[in-house]
């Protein structure tokens, strides 16, 4: 048998669970099954501890039996491809969405993306300049930071996440579906609540609009929103400057 | 005894893995070794947090780079991008050393995490010195290759492990990181003697040595790095030593991690061989 075979039936039986043939391969040893057991167990119980290290929250909610059985049948479907271990437990979410209810998925979209964007690429921070003239600003094109991600989501789930991680006994609210940008900035994995307004404000600006041209869009969808945007604008690019939403 | 190896790299004394839970305490108490080994994979997508705490650590520390996921013996193509990005890191960390395990952690583009065993033969030799030159080529720098410790062994072997090690390094002119708990743990689940095994690797190709815990099972032990080192791998080392030299030696604890002061203590232990053997000698 080649080298290549030999390591193909190895990773083989890891997966399958199936050892007959990389057993007619190896020296016969006592206890050859449990052996083996090392190699197969240890590769499920690697992967199972990287997601429920991910998953704090959402294994909370389920159980931890609930929880297991989930990560199991995601194991079993699903082997690494990538060198970082960190990757494996991100497409999860995905899987949850399939097999749970909503609320368990949006758990699972938000802890997704927390752990993801804890790894995901250095940018640095846009700080307009001391002397910087709004007309300046209107006719910018900003560019959202490369470790973030907006995404539309359950409030209930982003507040049974902070009152799990506060150690309280988080409670199940109604669902309320809003939007969220879940950012690095400053060496910290950061969550910022969005209303509708700023949401549809700040989707078009990081879709490459000037910020003027943003603004004049929104503004003509509906006088609320032009109300809104009277009242806030000046608020959520402070916010979106101090909490660093762009990049340069 | 002091055995300079071919590469004229430092030995750098005593060291520790860099672990997490420690992080604070390492920070806030400037502990006295002499260095750190970081696990590599820890750090190649880590953000400027992790690289300003690597920077304030250079300072005072030497580093060795340790990897889980070169993959030296797959029959995939070496990963383009985990190569660029750990040479990236050691050009910036500038450690003494960058080592990985003799081992395959997946092919046909899967991953199992794991550190598996290959075979050792002619066939195998080849290829992994092959791939080995390919590696140092991109670092610029030699690979130091460890002794895996295994549990199941390939009929199909015609090399010992101690001879594919001593082979491959000769093969692929790279330097040997010898785990001294995964000699003494695949020596007993092979059924070879773990001092004639230490006995067949060339000290000049020496360039570290792990000391760590395993568990044992009965028929079989599992190198498991969640406990003290026990006795007989103290034992092993101590004659590994004797037999070679002193090199960097540092304690490994990954699982069940311990207080800082614990991890140190246990350090100690083997500062405590090591100066055992240096006033025997003399």
């Given at each position: 048998?080649s080298y290549a075979q030999a390591l193909h039936n190895f990773q083989q039986?890891i997966f399958?669970?199936?050892?007959?043939?990389?057993?007619?391969?190896?020296?016969?040893?006592?206890?050859?099954?449990?052996?083996?057991?090392?190699?197969?167990?240890?590769?499920?119980?690697?992967?199972?501890?990287?997601?429920?290290?991910?998953?704090?929250?959402?294994?909370?909610?389920?159980?931890?039996?609930?929880?297991?059985?989930?990560?199991?049948?995601?194991?079993?479907?699903?082997p690494p491809v990538s060198y970082t271990l960190?990757a494996?437990?991100?497409?999860?979410?995905?899987?949850?969405?399939?097999?749970?209810?909503?609320?368990?998925?949006?758990?699972?979209?938000?802890?997704?993306?927390?752990?993801?964007?804890?790894?995901?690429?250095?940018?640095?921070?846009?700080?307009?300049?001391?002397?910087?003239?709004?007309?300046?600003?209107?006719?910018?094109?900003?560019?959202?930071?490369?470790?973030?991600?907006?995404?539309?989501?359950?409030?209930?789930?982003?507040?049974?996440?902070?009152?799990?991680?506060?150690?309280?006994?988080?409670?199940?609210?109604?669902?309320?579906?809003?939007?969220?940008?879940?950012?690095?900035?400053?060496?910290?994995?950061?969550?910022?609540?969005?209303?509708?307004?700023?949401?549809?404000?700040?989707?078009?600006?990081?879709?490459?609009?000037?910020?003027?041209?943003?603004?004049?869009?929104?503004?003509?969808?509906?006088?609320?929103?032009?109300?809104?945007?009277?009242?806030?604008?000046?608020?959520?690019?402070?916010?979106?400057?101090?909490?660093?939403?762009?990049?340069? | 005894?002091?055995?300079?190896?071919?590469?004229?790299?430092?030995?750098?004394?005593?060291?520790?893995?860099?672990?997490?839970?420690?992080?604070?305490?390492?920070?806030?108490?400037?502990?006295?070794?002499?260095?750190?080994?970081?696990?590599?994979e820890?750090?190649?997508?880590?953000?400027?947090?992790?690289?300003?705490?690597?920077?304030?650590?250079?300072?005072?520390?030497?580093?060795?780079?340790?990897g889980v996921s070169l993959s030296i013996g797959s029959t995939d193509p070496l990963n383009k991008e985990y190569l660029t990005r750990l040479?990236?890191?050691?050009?910036?960390?500038?450690?003494?050393?960058?080592?990985d395990h003799l081992c395959f952690t997946g092919v046909l583009g899967k991953n199992t995490h794991d550190l598996l065993p290959v075979p050792?033969?002619?066939e195998a030799?080849k290829h992994i010195a092959a791939r080995v030159r390919q590696v140092?080529?991109v670092?610029?720098?030699?690979?130091?290759?460890?002794?895996?410790?295994?549990?199941?062994?390939?009929?199909?072997?015609?090399?010992?492990?101690?001879?594919?090690?001593?082979?491959?390094?000769?093969?692929?002119?790279?330097?040997?990181?010898?785990?001294?708990?995964?000699?003494?743990?695949?020596?007993?689940?092979?059924?070879?003697?773990?001092?004639?095994?230490?006995?067949?690797?060339?000290?000049?190709?020496?360039?570290?040595?792990?000391?760590?815990?395993?568990?044992?099972?009965?028929?079989?032990?599992?190198?498991?790095?969640?406990?003290?080192?026990?006795?007989?791998?103290?034992?092993?080392?101590?004659?590994?030593?004797?037999?070679?030299?002193?090199?960097?030696?540092?304690?490994?604890?990954?699982?069940?991690?311990?207080?800082?002061?614990?991890?140190?203590?246990?350090?100690?232990?083997?500062?405590?061989?090591?100066?055992?053997?240096?006033?025997?000698?003399?």
């Amino acid at each position: 048998m080649s080298y290549a075979q030999a390591l193909h039936n190895f990773q083989q039986a890891i997966f399958s669970r199936q050892t007959e043939e990389i057993v007619s391969l190896l020296d016969a040893r006592p206890a050859l099954d449990a052996r083996m057991d090392v190699y197969i167990e240890g590769y499920r119980l690697r992967l199972a501890q990287a997601i429920a290290s991910d998953y704090p929250t959402l294994e909370h909610y389920l159980g931890a039996e609930r929880m297991g059985a989930l990560a199991m049948a995601y194991i079993e479907s699903t082997p690494p491809v990538s060198y970082t271990l960190d990757a494996y437990p991100i497409p999860f979410a995905g899987f949850v969405g399939q097999r749970e209810e909503a609320f368990a998925a949006s758990l699972a979209t938000l802890e997704s993306a927390i752990a993801e964007v804890f790894w995901m690429e250095e940018s640095e921070a846009f700080q307009p300049p001391a002397n910087f003239a709004s007309e300046h600003m209107l006719v910018l094109r900003l560019h959202l930071r490369a470790a973030a991600h907006i995404m539309e989501l359950d409030r209930a789930a982003e507040e049974y996440m902070r009152q799990f991680r506060a150690g309280e006994a988080p409670q199940r609210a109604v669902a309320d579906i809003g939007h969220m940008l879940v950012l690095r900035h400053k060496n910290e994995v950061r969550r910022h609540v969005l209303n509708h307004t700023e949401y549809a404000l700040l989707s078009r600006i990081i879709g490459g609009e000037p910020v003027g041209a943003a603004v004049g869009a929104i503004a003509e969808e509906s006088p609320e929103a032009c109300a809104v945007l009277a009242r806030e604008l000046q608020n959520w690019f402070a916010r979106w400057i101090s909490e660093g939403f762009f990049r340069r | 005894m002091l055995m300079r190896n071919r590469f004229e790299l430092p030995d750098l004394g005593f060291g520790l893995g860099l672990r997490a839970p420690h992080y604070d305490d390492i920070l806030r108490e400037k502990p006295e070794l002499s260095w750190f080994e970081i696990i590599s994979e820890n750090f190649l997508h880590a953000h400027a947090g992790y690289k300003d705490f690597l920077s304030e650590l250079r300072r005072d520390y030497a580093f060795v780079m340790h990897g889980v996921s070169l993959s030296i013996g797959s029959t995939d193509p070496l990963n383009k991008e985990y190569l660029t990005r750990l040479k990236a890191l050691a050009d910036f960390l500038q450690p003494a050393w960058v080592s990985d395990h003799l081992c395959f952690t997946g092919v046909l583009g899967k991953n199992t995490h794991d550190l598996l065993p290959v075979p050792y033969t002619e066939e195998a030799l080849k290829h992994i010195a092959a791939r080995v030159r390919q590696v140092q080529e991109v670092l610029e720098r030699p690979l130091v290759l460890e002794n895996p410790s295994s549990y199941v062994s390939f009929a199909g072997s015609t090399l010992s492990e101690p001879e594919f090690l001593a082979a491959l390094a000769q093969e692929a002119d790279c330097a040997l990181l010898l785990d001294v708990n995964n000699v003494y743990v695949s020596a007993f689940n092979h059924g070879i003697d773990a001092k004639s095994y230490i006995d067949t690797i060339p000290a000049d190709r020496i360039v570290q040595i792990h000391l760590a815990g395993h568990k044992d099972c009965g028929e079989y032990k599992i190198d498991t790095h969640d406990r003290e080192v026990p006795d007989a791998v103290w034992e092993l080392y101590r004659y590994t030593i004797a037999a070679k030299g002193q090199v960097s030696t540092m304690v490994e604890w990954d699982e069940n991690i311990p207080s800082f002061e614990t991890l140190y203590a246990e350090l100690q232990k083997a500062k405590t061989f090591a100066q055992r053997k240096v006033r025997e000698a003399a």
